[in-house]
């Protein structure tokens, strides 16, 4: 008598090892499958249907973990891991069961990856990140060497340039990375500040050249902890440093590539990182860089001085104001369809790379935008856009 096949099932988990607990995955789960104690982000199994929303936006890949099992791990069982369990070793009748069962679901994930547009990849020619090598239990620590107002005084908006130096501690870090901060202190509720994510705006080899320093661009928002942390930080204070974070949204290293880059406000940061790194290693690229700026006014514009002695050769600049009194409001779409010839001509180029980086939801005008200037260039974008993804050369990071 054959003994019944038992059922498998594969789980969808998250490393809590290297998982930052910046809720994304909770905020981006469509069913309410993700959730959270004063420990651990888990996803409960009876709930997750596979759908893969929640991969693409994780910055450090810890949602993007599988295990196959006969009965499924409990949110209990979750909530006191420190590190993810080892693949089970399964008794089954059929030996091949769990292979079948990995095959049949990575299909099915790979066809739900292509239906979210495919799963981000980085630059073919990007030098290859570090990620994760520091966390909220072993952070590295940095010292505060410059805190620098980047708006006007005038400006509604308060944004820093903040300067943090790591001495002799290593912390190697790519141009579009990201690092985590996580302000002192507790919640209302009595658990740890969660992790924030701060884009890094200088190039890889530190705010000036051979230093182990980086900067961050930081806009204070009311109410918010470690945007208001960091922003009140005096030079020589010190600073708990997770990551660094990110390992798609990279600088090209081709001197021949173009780069669209499309941001607005502390979205600037890792074009400034692009800009810096062309300026110091490729200053004579054949490449261009086009930036499309988007703010309510100059006053409001973080780097609006630098920026402005930033030679043309180096980087075209579009800088576009939605607020500024007597003049018509100009958003970075607008500014893309102006331009239209010229952002045509690139995207026509097999070594152009667009990059898109600010305030979640600016991502669908921009792309409205493109689709209306790749039409009147004959050029269908929804197909253009989906093979510049699977080339990585078509990034999107917003928040």
């Keep these: 008598m054959n003994e019944p096949v038992q059922e498998l099932l594969k789980q969808h988990l998250i490393d809590p090892e290297i998982c930052i607990r910046c809720n994304t ?7 309410d499958a993700v959730t959270h104690d004063g420990n651990n982000y888990v996803v409960d199994a009876s709930i997750c249907n596979h759908c893969m929303d929640c991969i693409s936006p994780c910055p450090t890949g810890s949602i993007d973990n599988w295990r196959v ?10 909530f006191s891991w420190s590190d993810l369990p080892p693949q089970q070793e399964i008794a089954v009748a059929d030996a091949g069961a769990v292979e079948a069962l990995e095959d049949e679901i990575d299909a099915l994930l790979e066809e739900a990856r292509k239906g979210l547009g495919g ?17 909220r239990n072993r952070p590295a620590r940095a010292t505060v060497t410059g805190n620098f107002r980047l708006t006007h005084a005038d400006a509604d908006s308060d944004v820093r340039h903040i300067i943090l130096d790591f001495g002799d501690q290593p912390f190697p870090v790519l141009e579009g990375q990201s690092i985590g901060i996580v302000a002192p202190g507790t919640a209302a509720d009595g658990t740890p500040h969660r992790v924030r ?22 806009k204070r928002e009311p109410g918010g902890v470690c945007s208001n942390y960091l922003c009140d930080l005096p030079r020589g204070a010190k600073v708990e440093v ?3 974070f990110g390992a798609t949204f990279l600088h090209p290293n081709d001197p021949a590539a173009n780069v669209i880059m499309i941001c607005t406000g502390t979205g600037s940061a890792p074009f400034r990182a692009f800009t810096e790194r062309r300026r110091r290693e490729m200053p004579e690229a054949p490449g261009r860089l086009l930036l499309f ?9 973080p780097y609006f001085g630098p920026l402005q002695k930033v030679p043309e050769k180096l980087l075209g600049k579009y800088l576009c104001y939605s607020r500024v009194q007597g003049q018509p409001r100009v958003y970075v779409q607008d500014r893309i369809r102006s331009e239209g010839a010229t952002v045509a001509g690139l995207l026509k180029d097999a070594q152009t790379h667009v990059y898109i980086c600010g305030l979640k939801g600016m991502e669908t005008g921009v792309n409205e935008a493109f689709a209306d200037v790749c039409r009147g260039a004959s050029i269908d974008w929804t197909i253009l856009k989906g093979a510049m993804r699977d080339e990585g050369r078509y990034h999107v990071e917003t928040y």
């Design 25 to 31: 995955c909770e905020e981006t789960c469509p069913v």
């Design 69 to 78: 099992v006969a009965h499924p791990y409990t949110l209990a069982e979750q």
């Design 119 to 135: 799963k981000p990849v980085a630059p073919r020619s990007a030098s290859k990140p570090t990620v994760n090598l520091y966390n």
């Design 197 to 218: 994510l701060y884009s890094i705006a200088s190039a890889r080899d530190g705010e000036k050249p051979n230093a182990n320093n980086l900067s961050l661009t930081v």
């Design 242 to 244: 997770n990551g660094p």
């Design 293 to 301: 700026f988007g703010a309510r006014r100059p006053e409001e514009l």
